[in-house]
């Protein structure tokens, strides 16, 4: 089984209707971030969590939010839905550096395609 | 700011040539990761490798090298003797450990092609 999940993977919306995209993981990682992916931009910040009480924005947070509902699930909202959202959403996983004796590399899901017609 | 340059935005090879992708990162800060991700066409992203800056040996794992030079701001990936299965986009990725607290900022990526 996949360590980390994403639903649905694949999403076509309309502009203005409210998404949302759902991340769960079952790696004990305390840190959890959402990713946008346009081509010839690699990836993007949009929020990332620490813990369940800790949410920051990235640095394209505008048009989105986020909820941290247990350690293990982490979802991404878009409250109303706009054509330049269409891309590849990735969920993230990782320890803090140190933590284990591992690095802070982060794992992925397997990614979420929107298009927003 | 964190800052990471993959100034090779596609490279097409032979099968069995080596190639080498070229990364250059940007950071204030004095501990730092260094990775290197790699999204085949099926669209995941799988962690290649992790360094990190006090650690600037060289690593190898099988026809996976990599070179991290902190005179020069560098951590190039190289492969040997590529195959048609190394054909994906590389990213490379920079986690500043103090100021950004560990989040990731990732190059453009570089597509490469390895024809048969």
């Known amino acids: 089984d996949a360590d ?6 694949n999403r076509i919306t309309k502009t203005g209707k409210r998404i949302m995209l759902e991340c769960s993981q079952t790696k004990g990682h305390d840190r959890m971030y959402w990713y946008r992916q346009d ?3 690699g990836l993007r910040l949009i929020y990332y969590s620490f813990d369940v009480k800790d949410i920051n924005k990235g640095e394209i947070s505008d048009g989105y939010s986020v909820s941290r509902q247990a350690q293990a699930k982490f979802s991404l909202s878009l409250e109303s839905a706009i054509p330049n959202q269409t891309a590849l959403y990735f969920c993230a996983t990782s320890d803090p550096p140190g933590a284990s004796g591992r690095g802070n590399e982060q794992f992925f899901g397997p990614g979420t395609r929107l298009t927003v017609l | 700011a964190q800052k990471v340059t993959q100034a090779q935005t596609e490279i097409s090879v032979v099968e069995k040539e080596d ?14 990761y260094l990775f290197w991700y790699k999204q085949p066409p099926s669209g995941e992203l799988v962690f290649l490798i992790r360094r990190n800056s006090f650690d600037e040996q060289n ?5 996976y090298s990599w070179n991290f030079q902190k005179s020069t701001s560098s951590f190039n990936f190289t492969i ?22 560990s989040r990731l900022t990732f190059g453009e990526g570089t597509q490469l092609t390895v024809n048969p």
Not at chain 2, 20 to 28: K, N
């Open chain 1, 39 to 41: 081509p010839g931009l």
């Open chain 2, 19 to 32: 190639v080498t992708l070229d990364c250059v990162y940007e950071t204030r800060d004095t501990t730092y």
């Open chain 2, 80 to 101: 040997t003797a590529s195959q048609v299965v190394d054909s994906a986009v590389y990213f490379c990725a920079l986690s500043e450990a103090e100021t950004s607290g």
């Open chain 2, 59 to 63: 690593e190898i794992s099988g026809r």
């Open chain 1, 4 to 9: 980390v999940t994403q639903t649905p993977r």
